[in-house]
């Protein structure tokens, strides 16, 4: 167990609805960043988080966004889904902005049927 | 921005021998570079890390080696063993953001 909660494991859903992806980030980490992982692709940077303020912005959908909670959790909202929106979600956390010593999640497997 | 490619998506290597992962990155400006591994169902997980003021540095039967001229980095496991089978990832850091490689599946060979 990394510290890093993501919840949930799997979802599976239709084109054009919408989806919450969550994490809880370890404990004490400041800093929460999202990435996407297709098949047979890296892991690409979708935004970040610090202490609740937006402070990086990577290849993110219009159609996607994300927040920080004064408790520090993050969720990952999707929305309008797509086949091509079909990848590991994971979330990962650091204690500051620019430590990237990052402790990820497991992941979130979205399946968009 | 940055790119960063490994030079192979797959590695086999029999148990016992040491392996050899490489990565190249595009941005001269990339000032910090970490190896994380990923085993099946599972998040990367830190291996090592390296700042561009450094060219080698060396962890528990793991090295990373950087060359800053040519723009390159590798990983090097020492007697790879079969729970070292998994996924490898290089990272690059420029503009205060991580950019990650494909990956290098390596398959320890019995």
């Known amino acids: 167990d990394s510290g890093v909660t993501q919840t949930p494991k799997h979802l599976i859903t239709a084109t054009g609805q919408r989806v919450t992806l969550r994490c809880s980030p370890r404990s004490g980490d400041l800093s929460v960043y999202w990435y996407q992982q297709s098949l047979d692709q890296g892991l690409q940077f979708l935004i970040q988080?610090?202490?609740?303020?937006?402070?990086a912005k990577g290849n993110i959908l219009e159609r996607f966004s994300a927040q920080q909670f004064p408790d520090l959790h993050s969720e990952l909202n999707l929305s309008s889904l797509e086949l091509g929106d079909s990848a590991l979600y994971f979330c990962?956390?650091?204690?500051?902005?620019?430590?990237?010593?990052?402790?990820f999640g497991s992941g979130t497997r979205l399946t968009v049927v | 921005g940055e790119s960063v490619g490994l030079h192979l998506p797959t590695l086999s290597v029999q148990e016992g021998d040491n392996s050899i992962i490489n990565c190249a990155y595009s941005?001269?400006?990339?000032?910090?570079f970490i190896w994380y591994k990923q085993e099946s169902g599972k998040g990367p997980q830190f291996i090592i890390d390296?700042?561009?003021?450094?060219d080698k540095r060396q962890g528990q039967r793991v090295t990373v080696l950087l060359n800053k001229t040519v723009k390159h980095l590798s990983l090097q496991i020492a007697a790879t063993q079969p729970g070292d089978s998994a996924v490898y990832f290089c990272?690059?850091?420029?503009?205060?953001?991580?950019?990650f490689g494909s990956g290098t599946q390596l398959t320890v060979l019995p």
């Open positions: 988080y610090y202490n609740g303020e937006e402070r």
């Open positions: 941005n001269s400006a990339s000032d910090y």
């Open positions: 990272a690059a850091r420029s503009a205060r953001q991580l950019t």
């Open positions: 390296i700042r561009s003021n450094m």
């Open positions: 990962a956390s650091s204690v500051e902005s620019g430590n990237y010593g990052y402790t």
